[in-house]
């Protein structure tokens, strides 16, 4: 099984220039995630969406969108990157139809930029 | 609004020694509870949960509602231990829509 999937793995950016992150999960999930790690800071929620069409702010959503067109894919746009957004971001995907359900993380993206 | 605090930024130790990761815990409701790993060059992955009251690679947690602590236990900590553990919370937002938030995280690492 894939289980959630991200691309790119790596990016180099300049200042203005702006990106998508693609995240896709297999496993039907109706809640995903985007956060960002930084070093001290643990994982900060950028943007969250509990169902296809919908999607909703986290702690950290200036200077992101995102869009959710369809349930298995969840994407992260930067519209002018900033070097403050250098980071490395994960996206989760996690069912709630029981409590307590483990959320999957993918393999992350770092994004640097100069 | 629902908060994580993990004091400790790194927690080194000898190997065969007991571990405590700190984390405590800010939400007005029930808490779902959880412990995340991070080992070097991987996904995060779920370690445990609150709920189940498992012992997982030696790992519990128990909750501690009186003191709103989640502390993460090992009686003798391994070299393999070594990684990132973040304490996770999951709660009720006012909007109706539930939440996964993460503390700051703790370094552990575990010397031979």
């Known amino acids: 099984n894939a289980g959630v999937t991200q691309t790119p793995k790596f990016r180099v950016l300049k200042t203005g220039q702006s990106m998508t992150l693609l995240c896709a999960q297999d496993?039907?999930?109706?809640?995903m995630y985007w956060y960002r790690q930084d070093p001290g800071m643990g994982l900060r929620l950028i943007h969250y969406?509990?169902?296809?069409?919908?999607?909703a702010k986290g702690e950290v959503p200036d200077g992101y969108n995102v869009s959710r067109l369809k349930k298995q894919n969840f994407l992260l746009g930067l519209e002018s990157a900033a070097p403050s957004q250098t980071s490395v971001y994960f996206c989760?995907?996690?069912?709630?139809?029981?409590?307590?359900?483990?959320?999957?993380f993918g393999q992350g993206t770092r994004l640097t930029v100069v | 609004a629902q908060r994580v605090t993990q004091p400790e930024k790194l927690l080194s130790v000898f190997k065969g020694a007991p571990v405590e990761l700190k984390c405590n815990y800010s939400?007005?409701?029930?808490?779902?509870l959880f412990w995340y790993v991070q080992y070097s060059r991987q996904r995060l992955q779920l370690l445990l949960r609150?709920?189940s009251r498992e012992s997982i690679k030696g790992f519990t947690a128990d909750l501690n509602k009186g003191e709103t602590s989640f502390h993460l236990k090992k009686p003798f900590a391994q070299e393999e231990d070594s990684a990132m553990y973040y304490c996770?919370?999951?709660?009720?937002?006012?909007?109706?829509?539930?939440?996964?938030?993460f503390g700051s995280g703790t370094r552990l690492q575990v010397q031979p």
């Open positions: 989760a995907s996690r069912t709630l139809d029981r409590p307590n359900t483990e959320a999957f």
């Open positions: 496993m039907n999930h109706e809640y």
């Open positions: 969406s509990v169902g296809e069409g919908t999607t």
């Open positions: 939400y007005s409701g029930s808490p779902e």
């Open positions: 609150h709920i």
């Open positions: 996770a919370l999951s709660g009720w937002l006012d909007t109706g829509r539930r939440a996964l938030t």
